[in-house]
């Protein structure tokens, strides 16, 4: 897993949150560093198996215990692209992490997640 | 829930099988809304919060016919959309004849909890539109 936020403020007015490898046994947490809106995720799912995102608005994340606030699907051997026109806001910052499993649990083998997270900080 | 309206238009061009409209969906699942049918490809979910102007609210969409209404069943899709607002989430898979999420049955439920969890209903009502394609 590698996660890097690409600050475009100054240019386009949003930043990117990137995320090569998203990862069912550990959180990312806070990687907005605060609070914002998120207008578009795109995720390229390699793993033959559907896998679901779990996006909290939280800066801290227990994983398998914590309830998403989001849970987007991403088809196995797919690509899929969730699209908000007018953005949902997050007031504390955004936290995730990835499973084969619906609901709040983890776990299961992910072969590789990409994500694109587009958003705008406050 | 209240005031369901499920249509089924059988668009030739687009394949928009279904629109199920919910005026007041709430803690109590709405089951059972397409029946059974294989290859329900879920596009678009339109969710009205704007009489809640302040509280944020919780839309579950279960792949189920009866989904149990104290939260006990993992969801599938859980969509949060902030008070006073209107917000449409689009969700298309790569080859754009699919969906984001394939289901062979639709119930609703919306709180205010996140996740699986909750059974806190919204204050005033929340209506839920979602477009659903035939991907039989």
């Not at chain 2, 289901?103 to 929340?126: D, F, K």
Request: aromatic share 6%; net charge negative.
């Amino acid at each position: 897993m590698a996660t890097y936020a690409s600050n475009q403020t100054t240019s386009i007015g949003a930043d990117i949150i990137y995320d090569s490898g998203v990862v069912s046994t550990a959180a990312v947490e806070n990687v907005t560093g605060g609070s914002g809106t998120w207008y578009t995720i795109f995720m390229k799912n390699t793993d033959a198996e559907l896998v679901y995102l779990h996006l909290h608005d939280a800066t801290t994340l227990d994983a398998g215990n914590d309830e998403p606030n989001w849970i987007l699907q991403c088809p196995g051997s797919d690509s899929v692209c969730w699209t908000v026109p007018d953005g949902v806001t997050f007031s504390n910052g955004l936290s995730y992490t990835a499973s084969t499993s619906a609901g709040k649990t983890v776990g299961g083998t992910i072969a590789t997640l990409t994500m694109w997270i587009v958003i705008k900080r406050d | 829930m209240a005031s369901t309206f499920i249509v089924k238009r059988e668009n030739a061009v687009s394949h928009i099988a279904y629109e199920v409209v919910d005026t007041d969906v709430d803690e109590v699942s709405n089951n059972d809304l397409t029946g059974t049918v294989t290859g329900l490809g879920l596009v678009m979910y339109e969710i009205d919060n704007t009489l809640n102007t302040s509280t944020a609210v919780h839309l579950k969409v279960y792949d189920g016919a009866d989904p149990a209404d104290d939260g006990s069943d993992a969801v599938p899709t859980c969509l949060r959309v902030q008070g006073g607002v209107k917000r449409q989430f689009i969700g298309l898979n790569a080859s754009a004849a699919a969906a984001s999420a394939t289901h062979t049955n639709l119930s609703l439920r919306c709180v205010t909890e996140p996740g699986s969890a909750g059974t806190t209903a919204p204050t005033a009502a929340v209506t839920a539109r979602i477009l659903i394609k035939d991907m039989s």
